[in-house]
């Protein structure tokens, strides 16, 4: 598969449902190298670490992480947004990313991470 080997920022601001997706990750073969649940923390991993894509969490803690979505695509880091908000809360410049709808199982983050990948 594909996704296997991928080096992932996973960026969540729900503990549990950081560590339900690094569980994913780990079972699709892929490799978080590190997580993040503030903003600022998001921008420095986001700037400096090696990664093939990202999970952001649209809403951390009541801040949107679009400036992290900003940081990586500058870096050419393909990522995706895991949300309950659906695609009506991205500004004009990040529609038509890829969007996770939570509550969401492992096959359709798998999904959502080749849709990331391919557009």
Known sequence: MVLIGLRVLVVEDEAMLS?????????????????ASHLEDALKKASS??????????????????????VLGSRGIRFLFATGYGTLALPDNLKGTPVLGKP????????????ALTT
């Open 104 to 115: 969401f199982n492992q096959t359709q983050l798998a999904a959502a991470m080749l849709s």
């Open 49 to 70: 670490l090696a990664m093939d894509i990202a999970i952001l969490d649209i809403n951390l803690g009541g801040v949107f992480s679009y400036p992290v979505a900003e």
């Open 19 to 35: 560590l339900l997706l690094e569980d994913f990750l780990t079972d699709l073969g892929c490799e978080v190298v590190a997580t």
